[in-house]
């Protein structure tokens, strides 16, 4: 077994501020993903990344900055955080290209 | 259109009933998974199909790619089954997840 880690659970920001997210998973997986969830919505990809150091932007990319420092580790940055804005940023990671995603505990973010 | 589109949005069920949710894609799908999300907000994953059906307790999914089209079927739902039902298809293009809508259930006694 393993286990998706995201940091913190919780976070406000300021209008304009620059925030970090992080992601840890020690499944040995190779792709990586960040997505958003807005309240009662479905999720959408922002990024994703298939192997350390590769970054692939998904449909929601604008506004935001990804970084695969290592194999177990995918962090996203929201580069200037929007006034009111509230979401849960979930991470994902997968084995390979014919396999389940499994999902990190979220990471909810509220702008004030 | 959306390339997932899943019905219904809203779901209510009295303890015992049977139902199902389904999926329909505007395109060919590599695959499909579905996912319930509880209360907290945490996903758990409950079925990955490449084709045709699997069964797990009371629940089952079958994924038909030509027809474009996956569904869960829930057997004698629980309180315990309620939250919202998320499927998710892969395009044959990439790695890439689409999420439908979501279906919210909620299970009554």
């Known amino acids: 077994g393993g286990i998706i880690t995201q940091t913190p659970k919780f976070l406000i920001g300021q209008e304009g501020q620059k925030l970090t997210l992080k992601c840890q998973q020690n499944?040995?997986?190779?792709?990586m993903y960040w997505y958003r969830q807005d309240s009662g919505k479905g999720l959408r990809l922002i990024y994703y990344?298939?192997?350390?150091?590769?970054?692939q932007k998904g449909d929601l990319s604008e506004g935001y900055d990804a970084s695969r420092e290592k194999k177990s580790s995918f962090s996203l940055t929201v580069t200037s955080a929007q006034k009111n804005e509230m979401a849960v940023f979930l991470c994902?990671?997968?084995?390979?290209?014919?396999?389940?995603?499994?999902f990190g505990p979220g990471t909810r973010l509220l702008v004030l | 259109g959306m390339p997932v589109e899943q019905n219904p949005p809203a779901l209510s069920l009295y303890e015992g009933a049977d139902s199902g949710l389904r999926c329909n894609f505007s395109?060919?799908?590599?695959?499909v998974q579905w996912f319930q999300q509880n209360h907290r907000g945490r996903l758990i994953t409950l079925f990955y199909?490449?084709?045709g059906t699997k069964e797990n307790g009371r629940l089952k999914s079958t994924f038909n790619s030509k027809e474009r089209y996956s569904t869960l079927h829930i057997k004698d739902a629980q309180l315990e089954d309620s939250g919202t039902y998320f499927c998710?298809?892969?395009?044959?293009?990439?790695?890439?997840?689409?999420f439908g809508q979501g279906t919210i259930l909620k299970v009554y006694l």
């Open positions: 994902a990671s997968r084995r390979g290209d014919q396999d389940t995603q499994y």
């Open positions: 499944f040995n997986h190779d792709t």
């Open positions: 990344s298939i192997t350390e150091n590769d970054l």
């Open positions: 395109t060919t799908m590599k695959s």
């Open positions: 199909l490449a084709q």
């Open positions: 998710a298809a892969e395009t044959s293009s990439g790695q890439k997840l689409v």
